[in-house]
Nanobody, 116 residues
Framework: QVQLVESGGGLVQPGGSLKLSCAAS????????MNWYRRAPGQQRELVAT???????DYAAAAKGRFTISRDNAKNTVYLQINSLKPEDTAVYYC??????????WGQGTQVTVSS
């Protein structure tokens, strides 16, 4: 079964940290570009960070400096470390696996809420 399962979200105070995980199954993980997206309340889904099969990393402008994406191909897992969390980071965070040819796969999302 092809699926991505995110975990690690939750309620955190401003200034705190979280590490999100996305475990993949049913795909050749090490051939996929892995991405983290987020959708804030009332907003469109936006790209946060991406990591290629070879480990090339890119971040959205809003994510530079506080977000770190990484992958462990042995565990078929991609991570997103978020530091110095701000209320505006509140969103559902989604994992997305991309490759040509596909299949491409979205996870179900994990909620991150930043509030005091």
């Amino acid at each position: 079964q092809v699926q991505l399962v995110e975990s690690g979200g939750g309620l955190v105070q401003p200034g705190g940290s979280l590490k999100l995980s996305c475990a993949a199954s049913g795909i050749s993980f090490n051939t996929y570009t892995m991405n983290w997206y987020r959708r804030a309340p009332g907003q469109q889904r936006e790209l946060v960070a991406t990591i290629s099969p070879g480990g090339t990393i890119d971040y959205a402008a809003a994510a530079k400096g506080r977000f770190t994406i990484s992958r462990d191909n042995a565990k078929n897992t991609v991570y997103l470390q978020i530091n110095s969390l701000k209320p505006e980071d509140t969103a559902v965070y989604y994992c997305y696996a991309f490759r040509i040819p596909g299949p491409t796969v979205w996870g179900q999302g994990t909620q991150v809420t930043v509030s005091s």
